[in-house]
């Protein structure tokens, strides 16, 4: 009996950490499902609002405009048709609220009931003109051209220059601005954080006394444990003003802010994990450095540091991935412009801190909505692309230390 | 004048006393054994001579000790020079994490020699005076990991000989070794006699039979007894000595 209650509670203790494991597994791989559902959502819609339809004069040779076309049209910046394959005659744009200039009130019925027919007309008597309006106005025998939105493609939002998710017409949905914009960051930061996190390694692992150490590596590894908005508050009381006098720029809040605020957030994570990996270098090796005369910074950079590269790698590569995910910091210091960066000066936008600043105010299921979880499944990619590397980088450790 | 010699030696870690006023004289081209049980203060001993004890935290080392006459803790003593002339083999091998052929250069380079002539002729001699040159030759540029545990020994003695030393120490130099590769490594310090002083620390008596002239014994941080091995193993003066090498202890 007693050993039946033995098995038993033994098998049932077996069973919940199963399971503990499993539902583990399970809300890991459901997010990610969840995250590309809704994100490769965004391929299957228009650009152009849904409900609404941009009609053009039916003798007007074009057929098809692209997102961005509709937008620079909207912006007079396209005045010609011949611009966008057409012929050449200047564009007359139409806004539903232009209505007012051609008919009266009366004329377009009350409860706006006459407005498709007048809409029709209006299309139908001028060549060159474009109208957006929705699509509960457009008139039954409709006399003009339709013309339909492309799905939002590929190459328009990866190749795309411009991030303006809520523009009229039509949406502008290119992420290379916020791409870039991460790397620029990440990269400043990394720049920063790496030989400043290597040189603090190698002092506590190799030079500091005892106790030296055993005072700063706590005090290192509480910064990793300072909530990240007080380090965007720190960046943004300190050293965008800072940055804002040194370079004469006209805002402090630009990818430089970031860099060096995530510079700072990197900086235990690489400390800790390359000091560790070099304190592993096995003491005879080091021994056998120094007794063939070696003296003590020769020993650290042609016996400990290739020993411990590995374990460096690792530790630098964490560490930017720690940089590319992080999302208050950043948001609060760089300044959000979503343009493309030429300078590290300038105002940059990041992936996690587009998604954080407009998910708030994107219609749930919309086109926006749809292209903020495209950037998530974005930003996935990247840092599961950082974590392979840190898994391939640490095997190779093993094949070449048996 | 002998090659090493220790007059009054002590060592301390901390408040506890390693090694207590030892008094031992070592002619060149011949091998010393220091036998005695674990923690009996041979390894420290050996670490003397090249100052590999300095490294520890809170050691004083009081007395003197002597390489060809000189006192190697006087004041302005260049150390990186001193382990120059003193070639160490550890317990384990321990390989740098380089190519086999680095790893004999190893010594070469970091003492400024970057005649690629030069080093590559070294590392050759030295890999051959080991006996794994025809083991290694064809994979001179692969990690020295690769090798088994007796030809990293070998490697590592080889690594120690590029730098051309005169005084050669061994720690335990075959206690992780196979006893095919130890009869190797053996036969070598046998061979290596005749163009170095070496000084071995062993555990193992049979060993120290084979290979050594002279034997030290040591004690609980004491130089019990040292004489040549014959005597030492035939006929000990110390009764502690006897029980020691009789298998009573240890």
New interface residues.
């Given amino acids: 009996m007693r050993t039946f209650i033995k098995k038993f509670s033994e098998k049932f203790i077996e069973g919940l950490l199963m399971l503990s494991s499993s539902v583990t597994s399970l809300t890991v791989v459901l997010i990610v499902f969840f995250l590309f559902k809704e994100g490769l959502g965004v391929f299957d819609k228009t650009a152009v609002e849904e409900g609404f339809v941009i009609a053009i004069n039916k003798n007007n040779s074009v057929t098809e405009l692209s997102s961005e076309e509709i937008k620079n049209i909207y912006d007079q910046k396209i005045i010609s048709w011949s611009e966008v394959r057409g012929k050449k005659d200047s564009i007359f744009l139409f806004r539903l609220e232009d209505i007012s200039n051609f008919y009266t009130d009366e004329q377009i019925g009350e409860n706006f009931e006459l407005l498709p027919l007048r809409l029709s007309s209006i299309v139908d008597s001028f060549p060159n003109i474009i109208a957006f309006f929705p699509e509960k106005y457009l008139d039954k025998n409709f006399k003009g051209k339709e013309l339909h939105a492309d799905k939002v493609s590929l190459s328009e939002f990866f190749m795309g220059e411009e991030w303006f998710p809520t523009a009229h017409p039509s949406a502008q949905l290119g992420v290379k601005p916020l791409i870039l914009g991460t790397l620029w960051v990440s990269l400043g930061a990394i720049l920063l954080a790496l030989p400043l996190g290597l040189a603090a390694a190698i002092y506590m692992s190799e030079i500091a006394?005892?106790n030296v150490r055993r005072f700063m590596k706590p005090l290192i590894e509480l910064l990793a444990g300072i909530p990240s908005v007080v380090y965007g508050f720190f960046g943004l009381v300190i050293i965008v003003p800072l940055i804002q006098k040194t370079f004469g720029v006209a805002v402090g809040e630009t990818g430089l802010a970031g860099s060096i605020i995530l510079g700072i957030m990197a900086l235990p994570t690489i400390i800790t994990i390359s000091e560790d990996a070099m304190r592993n270098t096995?003491r005879?090796?080091k021994?056998?450095?120094?007794?063939?005369?070696?003296?003590k910074w020769?020993t650290i950079y042609?016996?400990v540091i290739?020993?411990s590269i590995s374990g460096i790698s690792a530790g630098a590569i964490l560490g930017i991935g720690r940089a590319i995910g992080e999302t208050m910091a950043v948001l609060m210091v760089t300044g959000n412009a979503a343009v493309i960066p030429h300078s590290i000066l300038e105002p940059m936008r990041t992936i996690p801190a587009t998604i954080a600043a407009e998910l708030g105010e994107a219609p749930y299921g919309g086109l926006h909505y749809k292209a903020l979880f495209a950037l998530g499944c974005i930003l996935f990619i990247i840092t599961l692309f950082i974590n392979l590397t840190v898994e391939f980088v640490s095997n190779r450790k093993k094949f070449?230390?048996? | 004048m002998y090659k090493l010699e220790s007059k009054n030696a002590n060592v301390f870690y901390g408040a506890s006393q390693a090694l207590t006023d030892i008094n031992l004289a070592i002619h060149s081209h011949t091998v010393t054994a220091l036998i005695g049980p674990s923690g009996c203060g041979k390894s420290t001993y050996l670490r003397l001579f090249n100052r590999m004890n300095d490294l520890i935290d809170g050691i004083k080392i009081t007395g003197q000790v002597l390489i060809d006459g000189q006192d190697i803790y006087a004041k302005g003593v260049n150390v990186d020079a001193l382990r120059k002339k003193t070639g160490m083999v550890f317990q384990k091998p321990n390989p740098f994490p380089k190519t086999i052929f680095e790893n004999v250069a190893y010594g070469l380079r970091v003492n400024g020699i970057t005649d690629a002539k030069f080093i590559e002729e070294r590392v050759e001699t030295s890999i051959k005076q080991v006996v794994l040159w025809d083991e290694v030759k064809d994979k001179l540029k692969k990690s020295a990991f690769e090798l088994s545990g007796g030809q990293q020994q070998r490697l590592c003695i080889a690594r120690a000989l590029a730098i051309q030393p005169s005084i050669i120490l061994m720690d335990e130099p075959t206690s992780a070794l196979d006893p095919i590769s130890t009869a190797k490594v053996e036969e070598l310090i046998h061979e290596l006699k005749a163009k170095y002083t070496i000084v071995v620390v062993t555990h193992n008596m049979q060993q120290a039979g084979r290979i050594s002239d002279s034997t030290a014994f040591f004690y609980l941080g004491e130089l019990v007894e040292y004489n040549t091995t014959k005597e030492i193993f035939t006929n000990p003066k110390n009764q502690r000595t006897q029980n020691y090498i009789t298998g009573r202890f240890g």
């Fill in positions: 006394k005892e096995p005879a090796m021994e056998a450095s120094l007794a063939l005369g070696a003296s020769q042609r016996v290739p020993y070449n230390k048996h």
